[in-house]
């Protein structure tokens, strides 16, 4: 079974500039996510996506961070303008929901994708 | 909110050593309660997970167990390797379904010589 793809896996940019990030996870993987994980911090939540619908974006900066997931599959994570602090790396991780409503279903992460703004 | 506290690291052990990584938490509810391990290179694995108090968690050598008394949930194994070199995360989710995001604490390297 093919584990959760992202690409590219390194990008360097100047600050103000933007930057796209895309995930294809595991496939019949309903939930997925981004994670952000800054040099020498565990990954933090940036926004949790079930299907196609958003179930929780609370921690992305929306001012310019953006995301997507058309038809429920892939999804593309934007920053724009970027800034010093957004480099990091960034997660994807997905799971099944076939535990149920009630049961914790095992997150696959990506290799990530590691971002320096300049 | 729900957060995870590790011990300091960096972690420096002999082959064939004792090993504990120490991880307290603070959740509401009743949270189930996860180590990750980063190898070199790779992706974010899970070791082990518990999913109720004094459950014990055990994978490849490693043990944890959800200590609720104590809010910890303590990484051991009794003789590590050098294959065992990576980065380890305790991590929580306090909600399972559809809103299942996990809380990481700040992980801790590990390095075993030979």
């Known amino acids: 079974e093919a584990g959760v793809a992202q690409s590219p896996r390194y990008k360097i940019i100047e600050k103000r500039q933007s930057v796209a990030f895309w995930c294809n996870p595991i496939s019949g993987h309903a939930t997925l996510y981004w994670y952000q994980q800054i040099l020498g911090q565990g990954p933090k939540l940036l926004i949790q996506?079930?299907?196609?619908?958003?179930?929780?974006d609370s921690q992305l900066p929306k001012d310019r961070f953006s995301a997507e997931r058309l038809k429920g599959v892939d999804s593309t994570l934007k920053i724009q303008p970027a800034k010093l602090e957004d480099s990091a790396v960034y997660l994807c991780?997905?799971?099944?929901?076939?535990?149920?409503?009630?049961?914790?279903?095992?997150?696959?992460f990506g290799p990530g994708t590691r971002l320096t703004v300049l | 909110g729900d957060s995870v506290t590790q011990m300091e690291g960096p972690v420096t052990l002999s082959e064939e050593a004792f090993l504990t990584i120490n991880c307290t938490y603070t959740a509401t509810g009743y949270p189930s309660l996860f180590w990750y391990v980063q190898y070199p290179g790779e992706g974010l694995q899970l070791l082990l997970k518990?999913?109720?108090?004094?459950d014990k968690g055990s994978n490849k050598g490693f043990e944890a167990t959800y200590r609720k008394e104590t809010t910890s949930f303590h990484l051991e194994k009794g003789s590590v390797q050098v294959s065992d070199s990576a980065v380890y995360f305790c991590a929580l989710t306090g909600r399972t379904g559809a809103n299942s995001k996990l809380t990481f604490g700040k992980g801790i390297t590990l390095s075993v010589r030979p």
């Open positions: 991780a997905s799971s099944s929901t076939s535990g149920g409503a009630y049961a914790y279903n095992e997150q696959f």
């Open positions: 518990a999913t109720k108090a004094d």
């Open positions: 996506f079930q299907n196609n619908g958003v179930v929780d």
